[in-house]
């Protein structure tokens, strides 16, 4: 399974941008998608993880209420729609896919096989 990410970019504050993650090799919906992010000199953290059918989907705290994790299994794609982002929402987005459901919670540790190469998303006026 391959993933690709795109949609990232410079955006002001208040604004928004869509992030999909598109896979080819497999099909997406025997998969959890999870979307991470990693700022400059931190650790990679969780945004939020959709599970197959998209029935359960975590989001983390920073992001409640703002984003929002969309599936599409038919194009094999995963979306993330962020609005009302803030400068701290800044960092590579990446998306990683685990075979099934994941185990224990949302964090990168439960994405161990497939990563995409990232996507930059800049939130500054």
């Known amino acids: 399974l391959q993933l690709v990410e795109s949609g990232g970019g410079l955006v002001q504050p208040g604004g928004s941008l869509r992030l999909s993650c598109a896979a080819s090799?497999?099909?997406?919906?025997?998969?959890?998608v999870g979307w991470f992010r990693q700022a400059p000199g931190k650790e990679r953290e969780a945004v939020s993880c959709?599970?197959?059918?998209?029935?359960?989907?975590y989001y983390a705290e920073p992001v409640k209420g703002r984003f929002n994790a969309t599936r599409d299994n038919a194009k094999n794609t995963v979306y993330l729609q962020m609005n009302r982002l803030k400068p701290e929402d800044t960092g590579n987005y990446y998306c990683?896919?685990?075979?099934?459901?994941?185990?224990?919670?949302?964090?990168?540790?439960?994405?161990?096989?497939?990563w995409g190469q990232g996507t930059q998303v800049t939130v500054s006026s």
């Open positions: 990683a896919a685990v075979f099934g459901y994941y185990e224990n919670k949302c964090a990168p540790s439960a994405f161990d096989t497939y």
């Open positions: 959709v599970t197959l059918l998209g029935e359960g989907t």
């Open positions: 090799g497999g099909a997406l919906g025997w998969y959890s």
